[in-house]
């Protein structure tokens, strides 16, 4: 035997699972206002503390400190606050629907609605985003998109414009900059990498912005995505959203124990930033410093977004069987919606009554999108797309092979129907 | 639709090798689309390493043909989200060996983008790889990994055997609004190579294919072609066995119809078929390995198709399922012996 200690495996653990409560403490957070903000055109090597450190804005009081705090303006808080209120309230509503098998599967991104509703805020018409699953958000703060559309997609009836091909919340907006969602993790941060050239080789003023959990960054095409942003200097936004948990697999499974994702960014060449996902204020800003780089040819930005993933990861999931159940209560940042009420409040812009009746005056409007997609069916009652479709776009042109496919399962339904 | 009628209708530009030919669709694309943009290892400064880039991107310059990193799932990943945009990338993988890391982007991205959009983004995208073995690759260097695309809804698998046909149905492939998996034989890069290794090369000079228009045309994608008439028994081939087929049909004096897919799928059927029904005999010849192969979907095809005229078992010439050997190769790469053998037990049959 040798004389020193016998080998052994580390497998992260969190610190925190069912009946013991989790110490927060591994998230190193700093007070707001502290970290500092570099110019745009800083050199990627020059965000190294960034990446350690926490851009935070609104201090425990929600008032906006710091050199992150973005220029007054109460009217777009206004509007991002009832995103995100609207995103809520969808989400919840949906889930309803779910339990009642109208839909088959839903995911809500409760407690991370800040993320993709401010970001959405800090883009310009024609920006594209590569999102996941998890930023809806995008969409429910733009005005052009019908949530009335968006249900039809989740309970794939006969309105719904994916035809019901995919899985619902995998939505495809191009006109709303919002790529087709894939459902393998990870494949699109590349994709936007991509695009990001594309508009770089035919000197176009538009940027990409592409989105990944803190899981999925262990995939490849993350690490692939950080290449070739870097390598030709793309004009793209990489966005890692740490919501601590993919499905019952805690973040420091993914590479994130004793070091941050955005760390990643700089080891790559890529300014990178970590920033407090539920701080509305500090993602507007971040988003904004990020697209201004993207769109002076300054290259990638990546930025860590830490949040908290309040629900389960979708409706097939029960999370009390590997985390505390309380474990959002005590996530030290909080929540978005309440952080942002309390700032808009404090400068004067928003009150309780204001928001109480923002809050119905969203789920009356949610009700009747509702009932509107309902009108065309659900999936509970059969009124699905007609499965003719099922054979159209796999081709431009439908091959012969295909229509004589159509043709044997239009043969076969009719002999069944006899 | 025979490749020698369709080769009189054009202005001949000259001989062309494979690769030559396999430049002048690119170079020919670049011009005149500027959305075709160019780009994989080593393809731009030094041209690739079988140099089918070579001169491009000095004529076309660096944001139209360029380098990237040494990263297949990269380069198609790229070139999803370029298409996206509304490019028209041209990507090489440098040998077919290495699109194992571009999996997922070819078959779970590429190939379903249009059908789970329903049409709102789409990857008109070439993907573009040398295949094959008879130059001394080895298991990483001589792979035919066609069936594995084949399978996959949602992309189109091209294979050409000759200069005229590999211009033709790259720019059809270009110009094709769906993803396009684009196989080069590489054997036949720089001369109709018949199977007989052991004699000189002849270049494509001193072959018909390679007289080659200098201009745009495009060969119809899901167009097989008549490469050699014949009466006795129809055989079914692609890529590096059109050559040692007819070499087959030489040696044995069997008046082989020899159906150079091209395109394998969505495949040609008609052709397949008349000429099936005309011959009553079928081979199948692949250099891939065997079981499960794509030579298996096309003797299903012939049998649902054909089978009242067949006069023969169908008889199927393949790699063996090994891995590509090294020193073995002649004795893997199914040469003209092995092609002539099945001809006789499909006229005896």
Known sequence: MSEHERLRLHVPEPTGRPGCETDFSYLHLSPAGEARRPPVDVAPVETSDLAYTLVRVLDEQGRAVGPWAPPSDPSLLVRGLRAMLKTRIFDARMLIAQRQKKISFYMQCLGEEAIATAHALALADGDMCFPTYRQQGLLLARDDVPMSQLMCQLMSNERDPLKGRQLPVMYSYKRAGFFSISGNLATQFIQAVGWGMASAIKGDDKIASAWIGDGATAEADFHTALTFAHVYRAPVILNVVNNQWAISTFQAIAGGEATTFAARGVGCGIASLRVDGNDFLAVLAASRWAAQRARSNLGPTLIEWITYRAGAHSTSDDPSRYRPADDWKKFPLGDPIARLKQHLIGIGAWSDAQHDSAQKEIEAEVIAAQKEAESHGTLLDGHIPPLASMFEDVYKEMPPHLKDQLAQLEREQQGAAG | ?349
């Open chain 2, 1 to 349: 639709m025979s490749a020698t009628n369709e080769r009189h209708r054009q202005k001949a530009g000259g001989p062309m090798t494979m690769i030559q030919a396999l430049r002048s669709a690119m170079d020919v694309m670049l011009a005149r689309d500027d959305n075709v943009v160019v780009f994989g290892q080593d393809v731009g400064y030094f041209g690739g390493v079988f140099r089918c880039t070579e001169g491009l991107q000095a004529k076309f310059g660096s944001s139209r043909v360029f380098d990237a990193p040494i990263s297949e799932g990269g380069i198609v990943g790229a070139a999803v989200g370029m298409g996206a945009y509304g490019l028209r990338p041209v990507v090489e993988i440098q040998f077919a060996d290495y699109f194992y890391p571009a999996s997922d982007q070819i078959v779970s991205e590429a190939a379903r983008l249009r059908y789970r959009s329903v049409g709102d983004f789409t990857a008109p995208i070439t993907i573009r790889m040398p295949c094959g073995g008879g130059i001394y690759g080895g298991q990483t260097h001589s792979q035919s990994p066609e069936a594995l695309f084949t399978h996959v809804c949602g992309i189109r698998t091209v294979m050409p055997s000759n200069p005229y046909d590999a211009k033709g149905l790259l720019i059809a492939a270009i110009e094709c609004d769906d993803p396009v998996i684009f196989l080069e034989p590489k054997r036949l890069y720089n001369g109709p190579f018949d199977g007989h290794h052991d004699r000189p090369l002849v270049p494509w000079s001193q072959h018909p294919a390679s007289d080659v228009p200098e201009g745009h045309y495009s060969i119809p994608l899901e167009s097989a072609a008549v490469y050699r008439p014949g009466s006795d028994l129809t055989v079914l081939a692609y890529g590096s066995m059109v050559f040692v087929c007819e070499a087959a049909a030489k040696e044995t004096g069997v008046d082989a119809e020899i159906i150079d897919l091209r395109s394998l799928w969505p495949l040609d059927l008609p052709t397949i078929v008349a000429s099936v029904k005309k011959t009553g005999r079928c081979v199948v010849v692949h250099e891939a390995t065997r079981s499960t192969g794509f030579g298996a979907e096309l003797v299903a095809l012939v049998q649902e198709h054909c089978f009242y005229h067949l006069e023969a078992p169908i008889e199927r010439v393949t790699g063996w399922d090994t891995p590509y050997p090294h020193a073995q190769e002649w004795a893997y790469f199914p040469g003209p012996a092995r092609v002539a053998a099945a001809y006789r037990r499909a006229m005896e049959g």
